[in-house]
């Protein structure tokens, strides 16, 4: 190794990026105005919250069942809905299936275009345009599912091997024909591996869509919340921990059984 590669020649440089990196914090708290001595003097009400928060109100988990088995329905609902619009538009989306680039990118673009607009404020429009319920949490997972779904699913269709397509195409095969023979069973297993790996999103982010008013067991925890009620806040979250940590475990075996 030459002297000019080691760290030691180098330290210039290094020093450079450090000061470079200082400068761009500073400049950082500076346009937010962060203040951190808040932490310091605020310590007494954190020792307050923190002495209520680790007494879990154990008495309050009987009532929590409904609103996580709905939390748990509106994620598996919505996953299903968005994953059966993903699928034909994500052979739509690449030039594999459609043999059409200006078709394919549209629909890349409006693709896009939906995972461009996060899930609380997906959730938000849809309060204001149908209502609170469980409906609107549903057509929001929906909608954030389709983007991301299709997305995993027309990029696992571009790598998958072009013979069977060639040989279909040889027979006068159509295209249909060709995404239903051809390109469907090459990719079939990661489809419902990105489908399992959804509803597994899907379970950790409905549990905050009901602070926007989309159902769940977030509006306990909102409110819970509102209502300085932290003793019921701790148990809200340990159930929510406990339930998305045994639906993470199951959609990772079920992942790894279908790759």
């Excluded at 409906?135 to 997305?151: C, E, K, N, P, R």
């Excluded at 990661?190 to 982010?205: D, P």
Aim: positive net charge; aromatic residues 10%; hydrophobic residues 55%.
């Amino acid at each position: 190794m030459r002297l000019k590669e080691t760290v030691h020649f180098n330290w210039y440089k290094h020093l450079l990026v450090l000061l470079f990196l200082v400068l761009c914090f500073s400049a950082s708290v500076h346009l937010t105005s962060a203040d951190f001595s808040v932490v310091v003097t605020n310590s007494s009400q954190m020792t307050a919250f923190l002495a209520r928060f680790i007494h879990p109100d154990f008495s309050y988990l009987p009532k929590l069942v409904s609103p996580m088995l709905k939390t748990l329905q509106m994620s598996l609902v919505g996953t299903v809905i968005g994953v059966v619009l993903a699928i034909p538009i994500s052979f739509l989306a690449t030039t594999v299936a459609t043999e059409n680039r200006w078709l394919s990118t549209v629909f890349r673009f409006l693709l896009g275009l939906i995972r461009t607009i996060p899930n609380l404020l997906l959730a938000a429009l849809f309060v204001a345009i149908f209502g609170i319920g469980e409906a609107t949490g549903v057509l929001t997972i929906a909608v954030f599912t389709f983007g991301m779904v299709s997305q995993l699913m027309f990029q696992a269709i571009e790598t998958i091997d072009f013979g069977p397509i060639e040989s279909a195409a040889a027979v006068g095969a159509t295209k249909l024909q060709i995404a239903v023979w051809s390109i469907a069973p090459q990719v079939l297993s990661q489809f419902a591996s990105y489908a399992f790996y959804a509803f597994e999103v899907n379970v950790r982010a409905s549990t905050v869509l009901g602070y926007v008013g989309a159902g769940g067991i977030g509006v306990i925890l909102n409110s819970s919340l509102a209502l300085l009620n932290y003793e019921r806040v701790s148990i809200i979250i340990l159930t929510i921990l406990v339930t998305v940590t045994l639906v993470d475990k199951l959609s990772e075996r079920v992942r790894r059984s279908l790759l």
